[in-house]
C-alpha cells in the first residue's frame, strides 16, 4: 500500500533519502483522508444522494421542467457574452504587460487582480448604484427604455466584473515565460503586427487561453452572490442555474434543488479534471525545454 | 545579458492599441464601478457614515465575519499545511485525484456548496445527527460559518504552499539530520520558518476571502440578527430596503479591510525576499 521513495532511483551513489518514518506517514495520510471526507467527500456525495431520492424519473423530471430549462439558458447566454469579451481583454492585457516595458507595470497587474478582493456582493451593488432605477445615469436609461438591473444585462454585467481577471490572469505568467524573441524575429524577418500574433504568439499561448477561458466559463456559470443581488428572481426570466438552485431549496423542494445543484457539481469536477490534465501537460512541455 | 535587457527597445507593434484597450476595458468593467462605493458613501457626511456603520447590528455583523474568517483561516493553515506536506512528500494511490479535488472549493458554486454543508448539519444530515448527540450547535450558529469557510479557503492554503515545498531543497533537511537534529526539530526549526512566508500568504488570502463570502454561509448560517448575520448579508438587507448610501458605507469599511490586507501582504512579500538576498 505504501511505497516508501524508491532508493535505486538516485544512483550511482546511494543515497538515502530522508523521510518520515512510516507510521507517522499513515497517520498524516489518514488526517488528511479524513479532512477530504469530511469536506468534499461526504459534501460532493450528499448531493448525489438527494438528487437521486427519489429515482430517476423524479430527477430527469426535475432537469427537465421549463423554469430549469430557461435558467439554463440565461446562464449560458451569459457565459456566451462574458467569456468572449474577458477572453480578448485577457490577451490584450497581458499583449501590452509581456511584450512591452513601461513604468507602473506593477500597479497594473495589481488592479487587474482587484475584482478577487471584492466580495461577490459588493460586486453586484455597485453596479445597483451605478445603474439602478434610482440612479441619475439609472433613470435616464430608463427613459429610453432600457432595463439593466433586475433584468438579463445587469446579470451580465455583474458577471462581467467577477470573472473579469480569469484569462489575463492565466496568459501573463504563460506570456511572460516565454518572452518576446519569437515575436521581435518574426518582426525583423518582414512580419506584420497580426502576422506575429496569429502564426506566432496565439499558437504559443493557445493552451492557457482555453484553460483561461474554462475557469471563467466555471465561474460565470456558478456566480451566485454578485448576481443574486443584480438579478431580480423573477423565474424563467431572471434566474440562472445557481438561484434557481437557491429557489427551489428555500421552497423545501430539497430533491429538485439537488438535482439541479448536481449539473453544478458535474460541471465542477470536469473543470477539476481539466485543469489536472492541462497542468500535467505544461509540466511536460516546460520539462522538455 | 541582463544589461542587454535593461536597454532592450519596445520593437513589437501595437502597444498603444492593446494598452488602449486595457485600460479603457479595466476602466470601465472594474475602476469607475468600483468608485460608486466611494461616491455614495463619502457625501453621506462624516456623522451619519460613522452611524451607518456602527449601528450595533452592522457592528455586530463585522465581528461575526472577521472572527469567523480568523478562526477558519486559522483551521485551514494547519489542515493546508498537512495536505500539502502530505501530497508533496508521500506517494500514496489516490494521490492524484486528492491533489486534484483540492480545487473543488474554487470550481464548485458557491451555492451549492451552501445548500451541502447546511443539509449535512442539519438534524438528519449524515453529520448533523453525529453533533446533535454531542451537543454542538453547528446550524444556524458561528460555528456552521466556520465551517463553510474552511471549505472556501482551503486550496488557498495549499496551492500557495505547495510550490515551496517542493523546491525546498533536501541537504537543508540532512544537514540537520547529519547534525544531530530529531525529525520533529528539523521540522519546527528549520521546515517551518522556511515555509512560513508562504503559510502566512496562503492563510491571509484564505481570510481575505471569508470576509467577503456570501453564498456558502448564509444557508448554513441562519443570518438571525445579531447573531448569525454575516456583513455582505448586512449590504444586501440595506439594499433591500433601498438604503443605498448605508450599504456603500458598510461595503467601504470592508473593502478598505480587505485592500490594505493585500497590499500589507505584499508589502510583507518584497520586505522577505530582499531579506533573502
Redesign the interface.
Known amino acids: 500500500m505504501l511505497k516508501p521513495e524508491p532508493l535505486q532511483s538516485n544512483p550511482p551513489v546511494a543515497r538515502k533519502k530522508i523521510s518520515d518514518p512510516v507510521p507517522v506517514q499513515i497517520l498524516l495520510i489518514g488526517l488528511t483522508l479524513l479532512f477530504f471526507i469530511g469536506f468534499v467527500f461526504l459534501p460532493l456525495g450528499l448531493v448525489f444522494s438527494q438528487a437521486f431520492q427519489k429515482g430517476w424519473e423524479f430527477y430527469l423530471e426535475a432537469i427537465k421542467e421549463p423554469y430549469t430549462i430557461e435558467a439554463v439558458k440565461l446562464t449560458l447566454t451569459t457565459v456566451a457574452i462574458v467569456v468572449p469579451l474577458n477572453a480578448f481583454f485577457g490577451v490584450s492585457a497581458a499583449w501590452a504587460i509581456t511584450k512591452f516595458s513601461f513604468p507602473g507595470k506593477a500597479a497594473l497587474k495589481t488592479l487587474l487582480d482587484l475584482p478577487f478582493a471584492v466580495s461577490p456582493v459588493i460586486a453586484g451593488l455597485i453596479f445597483v448604484l451605478l445603474l439602478g432605477s434610482r440612479t441619475p445615469f439609472g433613470s435616464w436609461l430608463g427613459e429610453q427604455g432600457i432595463k439593466i438591473i433586475f433584468s438579463t444585462p445587469g446579470i451580465v454585467i455583474a458577471t462581467l466584473f467577477v470573472t473579469f481577471p480569469f484569462v489575463a490572469r492565466e496568459l501573463i505568467p504563460l506570456m511572460e515565460a516565454q518572452g518576446r524573441d519569437e515575436e521581435e524575429a518574426a518582426l525583423t524577418l518582414g512580419a506584420r503586427g497580426w502576422q506575429i500574433f496569429g502564426k506566432i504568439t496565439l499558437p504559443n499561448i493557445r493552451w492557457g487561453l482555453l484553460y483561461g477561458m474554462i475557469l471563467c466559463s466555471a465561474r460565470a456559470i456558478g456566480e451566485f452572490g454578485a448576481v443574486s443581488v443584480v438579478s431580480g428572481h423573477i423565474r424563467g426570466q431572471t434566474n440562472t442555474i445557481p438561484l434557481h438552485v437557491e429557489i427551489l431549496y428555500s421552497e423545501y423542494n430539497f430533491t429538485a434543488s439537488f438535482a439541479v445543484a448536481s449539473l453544478l457539481v458535474f460541471l465542477a469536477l470536469t473543470t477539476v479534471i481539466v485543469k489536472a490534465v492541462m497542468e500535467n501537460r505544461f509540466q511536460k512541455n516546460s520539462s522538455q525545454h | 545579458m541582463a544589461i542587454f535587457q535593461k536597454k ?1 527597445r ?6 498603444g ?3 488602449g ?2 485600460v479603457f ?2 476602466s470601465a ?6 468608485s ?2 466611494f ?2 458613501a463619502i457625501p453621506m457626511g462624516w456623522e451619519p457614515f460613522l452611524s451607518a456603520v456602527t449601528a450595533p447590528r452592522v457592528l455586530a455583523s463585522y465581528k461575526l465575519s472577521f472572527s469567523t474568517a480568523f478562526f477558519a483561516a486559522l483551521f485551514d493553515a494547519v ?1 493546508g499545511l ?2 500539502a ?3 508533496v ?5 489516490g494521490r ?1 485525484v ?4 483540492v ?2 472549493p474554487f ?7 451552501g ?3 447546511a ?2 448539519y442539519s438534524p438528519i ?3 448533523g445527527d453525529i453533533t446533535t448527540k454531542w451537543n454542538i450547535e453547528v446550524i444556524n450558529s458561528p460555528t456552521g460559518i466556520v465551517i463553510a469557510l ?2 472556501i479557503g ?1 486550496p488557498f492554503v495549499v496551492r500557495t504552499l505547495q510550490p515551496v515545498l517542493e523546491e525546498l531543497e ?1 541537504e537543508i ?2 544537514s540537520a ?1 547529519c547534525l544531530g537534529a530529531t ?1 520533529m526539530q528539523t521540522f519546527r526549526k528549520i521546515l517551518l520558518p522556511h515555509l512560513f512566508p508562504a503559510l502566512l500568504t496562503g492563510s491571509t488570502l484564505a481570510f ?1 476571502r471569508g ?5 456558502s454561509v448564509i ?1 448554513i448560517a441562519g443570518n438571525l440578527p445579531m447573531k448569525t448575520e454575516i456583513a ?2 448586512m ?2 438587507s440595506k ?1 433591500d430596503q ?1 438604503d ?1 448610501n448605508g ?2 458605507a458598510v ?1 467601504l469599511v ?2 478598505v479591510i ?2 490594505s490586507m ?1 497590499l500589507l501582504l ?1 508589502a510583507v512579500q518584497e520586505w522577505q525576499q530582499n531579506e533573502y538576498r
Open positions: 532592450r519596445n520593437i513589437l507593434p501595437g502597444f492599441l492593446s494598452m484597450y486595457t476595458y479595466l468593467v472594474v475602476i469607475v464601478p468600483l460608486m462605493i461616491f455614495n489542515a498537512l495536505t506536506w502530505v501530497l512528500r508521500y506517494r500514496f494511490p492524484a486528492l491533489d486534484a479535488l480545487d473543488i470550481a464548485l458554486p458557491t451555492a451549492v456548496a445548500i451541502c454543508f443539509t449535512l444530515g449524515w453529520l474552511i471549505f482551503f533536501p533537511e540532512e539530520h525529525r481575505a470576509i467577503g463570502e456570501y453564498g444557508f455582505p448579508l449590504i444586501m439594499l433601498y443605498y450599504a456603500s461595503a470592508l473593502l480587505s485592500f493585500i505584499n
